[in-house]
Nanobody, 115 residues
């Protein structure tokens, strides 16, 4: 099994920046793609960004050019640097890791963008 723990959420003003981090433990050898999803109130969970073990990235159109995902395979971590944040980025952000046992999810960290 794979366990994920997120950190770094909080309150930020529009236009500000925030970095989310996620640490994986357990059967980390089986992890392939890692990523970040988010769920805003009343909306479905959606992909924000993902990165393969080899470093290939994929971003949602709404965050492209503002967010950057990075992965450290040696430390088993994935991070999301979020710049130029907008109120519509407000959501609970979840770390995800696809692995041999199926998708693993963190408990989520709240990001609130408000003045």
């Amino acid at each position: 099994q794979v366990q994920l723990v997120e950190s770094g959420g909080g309150l930020v003003q529009p236009g500000g920046s925030l970095t989310l981090s996620c640490a994986a433990s357990g059967s980390i050898y089986s992890i392939s793609t890692m990523g970040w999803y988010r769920q805003a109130p009343g909306k479905q969970r959606e992909l924000v960004a993902e990165v393969s073990r080899g470093g290939a990235t994929n971003y949602a159109r709404s965050v492209k050019d503002r967010f950057t995902i990075s992965r450290d395979n040696a430390k088993n971590t994935v991070s999301l640097q979020m710049n130029s944040l907008k109120p519509e980025d407000t959501a609970v952000y979840y770390c995800n890791a696809n692995n041999f046992y199926g998708p693993a999810w963190g408990k989520g960290t709240l990001v609130t963008v408000s003045s």
